[in-house]
Structures are given as C-alpha cells and as structure tokens.
C-alpha cells in the first residue's frame, strides 16, 4: 500500500479503540455456540450430529480468532485478561496460547523472510525430497486435509521447537502449562463420555479442517520471499509493505463475521496488528485498493490447479 492511503488509513483507526464490553460480547457468543456445538455432537441424533459437524467449522475458527487478538494482547485492555481468556480458547483452537503469542509474534515481526519467521521456516523448496513433493501434491489435489496438522505440530505442538524462543525459563515452564492445559479437557470428556461422544467429535473436526487447509494456505503461500541473511539492509519489512507477503479471502459478512470473526481480513490485520479484530470489518469498508484480496471462490479454483508443492515453496500470481 502507498504511503498516502495507509496514513490516511492509520488517521481512520485512531477512532477504533479496544473495547472490554465488544471482546466479553465475542467471547459470550463463541460460549454459546460452542455449548450448541457440544450438545449437538452429544445427541443421539443424526440430524444433530450433522448440524453440529457443521457448526464445528464456526466454533473452532471464532476460538482461534479470540486466541489470536488476546495473543496480540489486544482483545481486552488487561493483559491478565488476555492471557487468560486466551488459555481457555486454546482448548478449542488447539493452540497452546504461549507458544501461539510468541511465535505469532515473532511471524509478524519477520514477515517476508523465509529463513527468520518461524511460521515459514520448514523445508524450502531447494531441500523439499522428490517423495515429499508427492505427498503434498496429492494432499492438496484430492483435498486431504493434512497442512494445518503438519503445521500445527510443527510451530506449535512440538517443544524442542517452540522452547528455543522462550526467552526465559519461567517462560518456557509456562509453554509446557499450556500445552497440557490446551489437551486436558479432552481426556476428561473421554472418561465420562467415551467413543460416543468421541466419533462425531473426530468427524467434526476432520470438516473443520477440510475447510481450514485452504485458509490456512491462502494467507501467505505463493509469494516471493527474501532471505534475511541476503537481505543487504538488515531489516524487517514495515506493516505498510506486508501486503505483498499477505493475502485475504473475502467471504459473505455473515460468514466473515459469525464464521470467522473477521480473521480472514489478513492483509488489513498485518497494516494494523494492534487493532482487535472486532474493528476489522469496518476498516475493511475504508481500505477498497486492498492489493491481493480475493473472493473464496477464486481463491480456491486458481489454488487448486497450482501442485501443491508449488504453492507452498514457490511463488507466482493468482488471478482475481
């Protein structure tokens, strides 16, 4: 974006403050309809179980959004009201909230730079093996919902990654609480509520994340990215030029809204990373230009006839 539109852009959010009474309401409606989520996966129902397989994607994906913003430290105005709102939702997103708040962090900070944000840094595409390149290819093409798994486990799920950036030892005590605190309700729904609760919660899950691989992928695959060490400058890429690392799915405001809680506004999020996500659908009515914004349709029709590994280590255009 130049200059001139993200400063008069920036003027516009001064007037969009973080709001304790927006973000109890966001986390009063996640509450609800996770409880209508539960008791229709507990039914004996098929209809039940169904609608609730459904609901599960809007569940998931507004937990996620809570978890996000109260990582950024953004959602409520007290930080102890982040951090523990943002536990809770990582029993939902199956995001442990420290190692989601520093490695998000961290991936907003090194943007664009494929050997220093920790979100991209697996393997490229000079060390991806010919068997590899196979597997995503046919992942990708049949829709087998293997990228959000193998990310979360990667960045997220996995210790001797996610201790190395734990600044201190309090801190990494800290990501290790909340990797066991994120599971711990699942083994105590399974002792009371056995296999019957637990089959339409794994097919819940298995929808959910057919529908997150490509949003997960939209977001910053298929974009040229430097590398830092080559970068002769030596510094990180301002908020202002991360759309040309970013991308963002447009979707019905219903669906943006009571779906995702505006977390698919992902170029408009990196402009702006402080602001909370409930002020997102109104920045995006201001910011029309938005480069690489594209309607979930196109995205997922141009995306699907690009291989798999191509997508994910290489770059190129996907047309509007």
């Known amino acids: 974006m130049n200059k001139y539109d993200y400063l008069k852009l920036k003027e516009k959010t001064k007037t969009l403050k973080n709001s304790n009474l927006l973000a109890l309401w ?11 989520w539960f008791y229709f996966l507990s039914s004996h129902s098929f209809i039940l179980n169904l609608i609730g397989t459904l609901l599960g994607v809007a569940v998931v994906f507004n937990w996620v959004s809570i978890l996000h913003d109260c990582g950024h ?4 105005s007290k930080n102890w009201m982040n951090t523990l709102v943002g536990i809770v939702a990582s029993c939902v997103s199956l995001l442990p909230f420290e190692q989601w708040r520093t490695i998000h962090n961290l991936h907003h900070r090194w943007t664009g730079f494929f050997d220093k944000d920790p979100t991209a840094s697996g393997p490229n595409k000079k060390m991806i093996k010919d068997t590899q390149k196979k597997v995503v290819d046919f992942a990708w093409k049949y829709w087998i919902p293997i990228f959000v ?6 960045s997220f799920w996995n210790p001797l ?4 950036f734990a600044p201190t030892k309090k801190k990494k005590v800290f990501q290790l609480f909340c990797l066991l605190f994120m599971i711990s309700p699942y083994f105590v729904l399974y002792y009371f509520l056995g296999t019957s609760f637990l089959f339409p919660f794994l097919i819940s899950t298995f929808f959910t994340l057919f529908v997150s691989d490509p949003f997960l992928l939209s977001q910053h695959t298929y974009f040229e990215r430097k590398y830092y060490k080559q970068n002769e400058f030596n510094s990180t890429i301002p908020p ?4 040309e690392y970013t991308r963002e799915l447009i979707f019905p405001p219903l669906v943006s809204n009571f779906v995702f809680m505006n977390f698919n506004y992902h ?5 702006f990373p402080s602001l909370p996500a409930y002020h997102l659908s109104n ?8 480069p690489h914004r594209h309607a979930w349709t196109t995205w997922v029709i141009q995306a699907k006839k690009i ?3 191509k997508l994910l280590m290489h770059h190129g255009h996907i047309s509007s």
């Open 26 to 36: 966001w986390v009063f409606r996640a509450t609800l309809l996770t409880i209508t």
């Open 73 to 76: 430290g953004h959602f409520f």
């Open 149 to 154: 798994i193998s990310f979360y486990i990667r």
């Open 161 to 164: 990654f996610t201790l190395q």
């Open 240 to 243: 202002r030029k991360q759309d």
């Open 267 to 271: 170029v408009i999020h990196h402009f």
């Open 283 to 290: 920045l995006a009515k201001w910011t029309p230009r938005v």
């Open 307 to 309: 291989p798999g590994h």
